[in-house]
């Protein structure tokens, strides 16, 4: 029970890390949508309130797995903030390609059997689980669901960020990008299976032709516009 509650803390405080850029997220995401919906106004679509709050969420998702992976570690708690205004730290150190190499974890240890203790299997769980809303969300609000989408855009977005993270003093290694990878195919097949299960509440979460809309107009529910975010 201690352990759980630990477990509890320790993702409360990265919650409360996510918090400033989730906000800068929302401002931003209130500040485009009327462009975004002009611009399906203009290909002939339009985007639900279900689908528009599934993406308003999905962004602030994005934005807070930002705030935890492309930025220093603890950059978004108040004693970094307060040293660094103090000189007492660099305020947003960038660390050497050539020195993060030296670093950086090729090879997976995630099948070697070794016992990870409390830390490594927390981290080793939230590295899967906090990609499963990238997978479950790219099959939810993108048209046409595929089993492999969420392992691809999974694999992508892991990638990425653990690049990023060799030039902001992150660690970078092998075993992040698998649990990553897994995290988000787990979501993608979620997806599927929500469809499957509840066709009708997926549909929500995709843009529709707008009522009166011919099909020879501007641009049909099946084409390439439609599967945008």
């Given at each position: 029970m201690d352990t759980l509650f630990w477990y509890l803390e320790i993702t409360l405080d990265y919650v409360k890390q996510m918090l400033p850029c989730m906000l800068m997220g929302a401002v931003g995401f209130l500040v485009l949508l009327p462009w975004q919906r002009g611009r399906l106004y203009r290909r002939g679509l339009y985007s639900g309130p279900v689908r528009e709050v599934g993406r308003f969420l999905f962004v602030l998702f994005?934005?807070?797995?930002?705030?935890?992976?492309?930025?220093?570690?603890?950059f978004w708690t108040l004693w970094h903030w307060q040293e660094a205004l103090q000189g007492l730290r660099p305020?947003?150190?960038?660390t050497p390609l050539s020195q993060s190499l030296q670093y950086v974890g090729w090879t997976p240890t995630l099948f070697r059997g070794d016992t990870l203790g409390e830390w490594g299997f927390y981290m080793a769980a939230a590295n899967a689980l906090i990609f499963v809303p990238i997978g479950f969300c790219s099959n939810l609000l993108w048209r046409k669901p595929r089993w492999w989408k969420g392992l691809a855009v999974g694999l992508c977005v892991s990638f990425a960020?653990?690049?990023?993270?060799?030039?902001?003093?992150?660690?970078t290694d092998v075993d992040?990008?698998?649990?990553?990878?897994l995290g988000a195919f787990l979501g993608g097949l979620?997806?599927?299976?929500?469809?499957?299960?509840?066709?009708?509440l997926t549909r929500k979460f995709q843009v529709?032709?707008?009522?009166?809309?011919?099909?020879?107009?501007s641009a049909p529910a099946s084409g390439t516009g439609a599967g945008q975010l």
């Open positions: 994005c934005c807070g797995l930002a705030a935890l992976t492309v930025f220093p570690a603890n305020f947003f150190p960038i960020i653990e690049f990023l993270q060799l030039f902001v003093n992150r660690s992040d990008l698998i649990l990553n990878t979620l997806a599927l299976l929500l469809g499957r299960v509840a066709p009708a529709e032709v707008r009522h009166g809309q011919k099909t020879g107009d």
